[in-house]
């Protein structure tokens, strides 16, 4: 079904097909459906119950579609077949699938019959036991018009892995209007005001490290747990604070140091960023995390592990102050300890972090290009304005 072949008045419509359902992924989607939806498309978005995104995308101005996928083996084909199903009742130009259960079951839901866009957040073939996804990456990219991808790095990977597809690299955005510095009377605010700060009673004036990511292995906390002491021992102090919640939660509590607390799951990381005097991300994989993206934003400082695009997120200059070997807690404890015991470099750092975002990873710009990748595939003239994305 192609524009060309419907009524004049009749939108674009164009289907976001997502799993995950939260973290990152559904901030991508959303971020995506605000600037699309204010361009004039009409934007549904299927997702599984759980997690952040319907709501998220509700908000952003979409359709919201409940597609009840399991994700386990004895159900992948009934998955499919009711995304399938879901395709045709809401009748879109142009199918947009994220993450790679969801691009499993849209592409082979559609199978070339719509124009087909795939958005890697990470390759699920870099995990561990990944042969299937890889086979999998290979044959469905005959059903894929464009892939996209948040860094060169990412391309690279999946080019090594065998996947054959037209590529497009669209690193990600972060909205400036919503991650933006704060001054030193807001944050002593927020260290007031936040429950895990408050309750724990910590000083206004304590050191503190933030790290916000989903607890589970590959994000990498038990390395940060276990430079922590160093950190503690150099840093009078300091304080390091785990914002998310996961299946390694109660792990991670029994691993924890003293100066260690446990802020669970936010609605926005903003405060915490604010909060911050350092973000740290110590993922053992990664895609292109926004967390950095969004701190940098913040006028925050970051250490981050040296995977996925984790380089290529930062200005090559600040690479030495803000990278470490992913998986080195000794490292880590050293890049830590450097940033919090100079508070002018701490400042310096984050200023030109900060002006590095505006330029290179506003999500004006990421949502213009992928506007320009869905025109380029309808063959349509440039009628969705990307002046008016963001509005």
Known sequence: MLPHDQPP???????????????????VVADLVRSQTAAGLRVVVAAPPGGTLHVEAAVAGAEVALWPAHW????????????ARLIRRTGPHLVHSHGSRAGFAARLA?????PTVHQVHRWRFDAPGGTAARIWERYAARWTDRLLCAGEEQRARGTAAGVR???????????????????????????ESLPALRDNAVPSGA?????????????GQP?????????????????????GDGPDRAALHRAAPQGVLFAGAADSAVPWYRAADLVVLPSLREGMALVPLEAMACGRPVVLGDVGGARESLPADAADDC???????????????????????RTALGRRLREHVAVAHDVQRTAGAVLNVYRELLAVPPVLAAERAGR
Do not use: F, M, N, Y
């Open 323 to 345: 990278l470490v070997p992913p998986g080195d807690p000794a490292a880590l404890a050293r890049a830590v300890t450097a940033l919090l015991a100079d508070a002018e470099r």
């Open 223 to 243: 390395v940060l747990l276990r430079a922590w002491p160093e950190v503690a021992a150099a840093v009078p102090g300091a304080r390091l604070v785990l914002v």
């Open 72 to 83: 386990t083996a004895e159900t992948a084909l009934t998955d499919t077949r009711r995304l």
């Open 165 to 191: 597809t037209r590529w497009v690299v669209v690193p990600h955005g972060v909205d400036l209007r919503r991650c933006s510095p704060a001054d030193d009377t807001v944050r002593d605010a927020l260290r």
């Open 110 to 114: 559609v199978r070339g019959r719509i």
């Open 9 to 27: 008045q009749e939108r674009l419509t164009v289907l976001h097909v997502s799993q995950p359902v939260d973290g990152g992924t559904a901030r």
């Open 207 to 219: 050191p503190l490290v933030v790290c916000v990511a989903r607890l589970c292995p590959r994000k």
